[in-house]
């Protein structure tokens, strides 16, 4: 009998992907649920696709649309909810054990805790989950006998470095987080950059927002965050090289100078397909890797005097409060204005130092705080970029 899976943020990049390797093996999986945030016609679609018992949209206001479409498209009998708590609700529903958690931003908090607490397969590409929810979310995932599996493909790499090694080995590691660089590597300033400039990625085809985190290196500091709680590694060993090849997904340095790296082509469906095979290693179907194809990979130290906001994230990590859950808000908030073109892409670093300097809390102890935390740093932030003033 094949496996249900439910897919939440089905309609992004990770959900789509997910959707392509689970129906290359209809006799291993079928899609019991699916989740996607405001965009009707791209859920549509998906149902269609995989025609699965349960649908959600996030976005309450649209749930009589989203109905009246799947009846159109002669999906009928899907049974359709809507809203945040529809989403969490699907992340703990007794009817499937793996949850692959897409959900983009802190919305995909809720839903981690969510399938955690219900002991699911949490298979997890919602780096903000464990960025704000930190060592609450991994006692929750161990006292609730869930299995938790990174699909972000540094951190699936940093995974399948460390399988096998024992505890000694891995407490005289050090993590090698890898990243492209983005868009914007070799530059001497950050100024005058466009919207367009920042969304072209030179590998990725990703949303909006991870775009442009990318180019700022968010993205990345927020990967070393998740890395942290993730495998249990202080920030100390955890190292940042920019390899803009994209081809090592990162690597672990073992104590005795031995370094294992995870090689492969820019396909999501590779972590994917390997976390919902593990521990047995299931084909994604990716384009095969030529290293004679390839030449030459090349790794550099990252700049942090023009890509301010990795080395903000290593400083709001080592203070162990609720600064990586300010650090994530404000970037959301500013990220959402330089996107509306009311900000410059320079001043999202300056927005986020500004609500880090401005508020410090302890770590929240439970969903709600964190959850409180982060609308006060939202509302605050908004507030903050309404009476600033940048050149756009």
């Given at each position: 009998m094949s496996q249900p899976v439910t897919i939440l943020g089905a309609t992004g990049s990770i959900g789509l992907s997910t959707l392509d390797v689970v129906g290359r093996y209809p006799d291993r999986f079928h899609v019991h649920a699916v989740a996607g945030g405001s965009r009707i016609a791209e859920l549509v679609d998906?149902?269609?696709?995989?025609?699965?018992?349960?649908?959600?949209?996030?976005d309450e206001s649209k749930y009589a649309e989203l109905k009246t479409a799947l009846v159109e498209a002669g999906l009928g009998d899907i049974d359709v909810h809507a809203g945040q708590a529809a989403v969490a609700a699907l992340a703990e529903d007794p009817d499937t054990q793996t949850v692959v958690q897409a959900v983009v931003g802190a919305a995909?908090?809720?839903p981690t805790f969510a399938a955690a607490r219900a002991g699911k397969r949490l298979?997890?590409?919602n780096k903000e989950s464990v960025v704000c929810g930190g060592g609450l979310l991994m006692r929750t995932v161990r006292d609730c006998g869930a299995e938790l599996l990174p699909v972000d493909s540094e951190h699936n790499a940093i995974f399948q470095c460390l399988s096998g090694a024992s505890p000694k080995s891995r407490a005289g590691a050090r993590i090698l987080l890898t990243a492209s660089g983005g868009p914007f590597r070799g530059r001497k300033d950050l100024k005058g950059i466009t919207v367009e400039q920042a969304l072209a990625h030179p590998r990725w085809n990703m949303g909006r927002k991870i775009s442009i985190d990318s180019a700022t290196l968010m993205n990345k500091g927020l990967e070393v965050i998740e890395a942290r709680w993730l495998f249990d590694f202080e920030p100390s060993r955890i190292q940042v090289v920019v390899h803009p090849e994209s081809i090592v997904h990162s690597a672990v340095e073992f104590e005795d100078g031995a370094v294992i790296a995870q090689l492969g082509s820019a396909d999501m469906r590779t972590p994917i397909a390997y976390s919902l095979g593990w521990p047995e290693r299931l084909d994604g179907h990716a384009r095969r890797l030529s290293l004679t194809e390839i030449g030459r990979l090349t790794f550099e130290e990252p700049d942090t005097n023009i890509f301010p906001l990795l080395r903000i994230a290593y400083e709001a990590l080592e203070k162990g409060d609720g600064s990586t859950i300010v650090l994530?808000?404000?970037?959301?908030?500013?990220v959402e204005a330089f996107l509306a073109r009311r900000i410059p892409f320079d001043a999202i670093s300056k927005v986020i130092q500004d609500m880090l300097a401005r508020i410090s809390e302890p770590f929240p102890q439970s969903v709600e705080e964190i959850l409180a935390l982060d609308a006060r740093v939202r509302e605050e932030t908004r507030r903050r970029l309404e009476n600033a003033s940048f050149e756009v």
């Amino acid at each position: 009998m094949s496996q249900p899976v439910t897919i939440l943020g089905a309609t992004g990049s990770i959900g789509l992907s997910t959707l392509d390797v689970v129906g290359r093996y209809p006799d291993r999986f079928h899609v019991h649920a699916v989740a996607g945030g405001s965009r009707i016609a791209e859920l549509v679609d998906v149902c269609r696709r995989a025609h699965p018992k349960k649908a959600v949209i996030a976005d309450e206001s649209k749930y009589a649309e989203l109905k009246t479409a799947l009846v159109e498209a002669g999906l009928g009998d899907i049974d359709v909810h809507a809203g945040q708590a529809a989403v969490a609700a699907l992340a703990e529903d007794p009817d499937t054990q793996t949850v692959v958690q897409a959900v983009v931003g802190a919305a995909g908090v809720a839903p981690t805790f969510a399938a955690a607490r219900a002991g699911k397969r949490l298979l997890l590409a919602n780096k903000e989950s464990v960025v704000c929810g930190g060592g609450l979310l991994m006692r929750t995932v161990r006292d609730c006998g869930a299995e938790l599996l990174p699909v972000d493909s540094e951190h699936n790499a940093i995974f399948q470095c460390l399988s096998g090694a024992s505890p000694k080995s891995r407490a005289g590691a050090r993590i090698l987080l890898t990243a492209s660089g983005g868009p914007f590597r070799g530059r001497k300033d950050l100024k005058g950059i466009t919207v367009e400039q920042a969304l072209a990625h030179p590998r990725w085809n990703m949303g909006r927002k991870i775009s442009i985190d990318s180019a700022t290196l968010m993205n990345k500091g927020l990967e070393v965050i998740e890395a942290r709680w993730l495998f249990d590694f202080e920030p100390s060993r955890i190292q940042v090289v920019v390899h803009p090849e994209s081809i090592v997904h990162s690597a672990v340095e073992f104590e005795d100078g031995a370094v294992i790296a995870q090689l492969g082509s820019a396909d999501m469906r590779t972590p994917i397909a390997y976390s919902l095979g593990w521990p047995e290693r299931l084909d994604g179907h990716a384009r095969r890797l030529s290293l004679t194809e390839i030449g030459r990979l090349t790794f550099e130290e990252p700049d942090t005097n023009i890509f301010p906001l990795l080395r903000i994230a290593y400083e709001a990590l080592e203070k162990g409060d609720g600064s990586t859950i300010v650090l994530n808000a404000a970037n959301e908030i500013a990220v959402e204005a330089f996107l509306a073109r009311r900000i410059p892409f320079d001043a999202i670093s300056k927005v986020i130092q500004d609500m880090l300097a401005r508020i410090s809390e302890p770590f929240p102890q439970s969903v709600e705080e964190i959850l409180a935390l982060d609308a006060r740093v939202r509302e605050e932030t908004r507030r903050r970029l309404e009476n600033a003033s940048f050149e756009v």
